[in-house]
């Protein structure tokens, strides 16, 4: 099993920034990737952000240039950096992780439950 724990979520401003944090862990034996996407009501979730064990990134068009994905390795943990918000950035925010775990090492995605990005006023 892999559980993942996402945090940093919450209101800001038009123009404002949030940091989300990602914490995997549990009985994995290896990362192939970690990332974010998002859904707002009404629409279909998308990618936002990925990263690799190789640290190669990729972004939705929508974000780049304003978020920035990393990972600590040594954690376990992936983060999103996320400058300039727009109202349109408001979602949750889903934190997966492309691990092998369990007693199979089975190679799978695994979901987190998800953080909420409000961005108004």
């Known amino acids: 099993q892999v559980q993942l724990v996402e945090s940093g979520g919450g209101l800001v401003q038009p123009g404002g920034s949030l940091r989300l944090s990602c914490a995997a862990s549990?009985?994995?034996?290896?990362?192939?990737?970690m990332g974010w996407y998002r859904q707002a009501p009404g629409k279909q979730r998308e990618l936002v952000a990925t990263?690799?064990?190789?640290?190669?990134?990729n972004y939705a068009d929508s974000v780049k240039g304003r978020f920035t994905i990393s990972r600590d390795n040594a954690k376990n943990t992936v983060y999103l950096q996320m400058n300039s918000l727009k109202p349109e950035d408001a979602a949750v925010y889903y934190c997966?992780?492309?691990?092998?775990?369990?007693?199979?090492?089975?190679?799978?995605?695994?979901w987190g439950p998800g953080t909420q990005v409000t961005v108004s006023t």
């Open positions: 990263i690799t064990s190789g640290d190669s990134t």
């Open positions: 997966y992780c492309y691990c092998q775990a369990g007693v199979g090492r089975v190679w799978r995605p695994y």
């Open positions: 549990g009985s994995f034996f290896s990362i192939n990737a």
